[in-house]
């Protein structure tokens, strides 16, 4: 398997411009969780999607975020105005209920707005 | 509050020398527990977990943890670092009623040298 797929890999915008993060999470997952790490904060879990549904997106930090899951191959993540405090590294995780309940990570987005 | 918590942000260890990376979690239930290392640059491998049973588990690239349930402890350790170990470890916590959703310590920056 490819493991888990996420686009761009680098993003550099301009404040107000939209974003989308793209991923393609590891088939036959199940679940799948965005999280955004950054020196201040650390890793922190975003939202999390069960068979494409969202069941938890307490750790959105605005509306200006928005996630999706239209299939279970593919997952979005959209910052709609961006702000230069959006500057992080997002990550894509996914992973299979019960087996091993290890999640697994995709590369990043580092998103760097300016 | 749900809490896990690395003492130690940054660790520099001699090449050849023994290793221990702290971890502290606040759960009310018995959590899954979660080591995690991150390159420069990459996104997060899991070094081992522990869910039940043994309380000493063993993990990828020569490390193990052991599980102490009276000191809420997780700490990670490795007999002999070796120079590519140098890297960012994380320790994480999940619960099943949280749809097994990692919050993550802040991470230990390890240094090793020659």
């Known amino acids: 398997d490819a493991g888990v797929i996420q686009s761009p890999r680098h993003e550099v915008t301009e404040m107000g411009q939209e974003v989308t993060l793209r991923c393609k999470p590891i088939?036959?997952?199940?679940?799948l969780f965005w999280y955004r790490q950054t020196m201040m904060r650390g890793l922190e879990l975003l939202i999390y999607?069960?068979?494409?549904?969202?069941?938890?997106d307490s750790g959105m930090p605005e509306d200006r975020f928005s996630a999706k899951m239209p299939n279970a191959s593919f997952s979005t993540l959209k910052i709609q105005p961006s702000e230069p405090r959006d500057s992080a590294v997002y990550f894509c995780?996914?992973?299979?209920?019960?087996?091993?309940?290890?999640?697994?990570f995709g590369p990043g987005t580092r998103l760097t707005v300016t | 509050a749900q809490s896990v918590t690395q003492p130690d942000i940054h660790i520099t260890v001699s090449e050849g020398a023994s290793l221990e990376l702290r971890c502290n979690y606040s759960?009310?239930?018995?959590?899954?527990l979660f080591w995690y290392v991150q390159s420069p640059g990459q996104g997060l491998q899991l070094l081992l977990k522990?869910?039940?049973?043994?309380?000493l588990v063993q993990g990828i690239k020569g490390f193990e943890a052991e599980f102490k349930r009276s000191q809420s402890s997780f700490n990670l350790r490795k007999p002999s670092v070796h120079w590519s170990d140098a890297a960012e470890y994380f320790c994480?916590?999940?619960?099943?009623?949280?749809?097994?959703?990692?919050?993550f310590g802040k991470g230990t920056s390890l240094l090793v040298t020659p």
């Open positions: 994480a916590v999940g619960e099943e009623n949280s749809g097994y959703a990692l919050n």
């Open positions: 995780a996914s992973t299979l209920y019960p087996a091993g309940y290890e999640q697994y």
């Open positions: 759960y009310g239930a018995t959590p899954y």
């Open positions: 088939s036959g997952h199940d679940y």
């Open positions: 999607f069960n068979n494409n549904v969202p069941i938890d």
């Open positions: 522990y869910f039940s049973g043994d309380t």
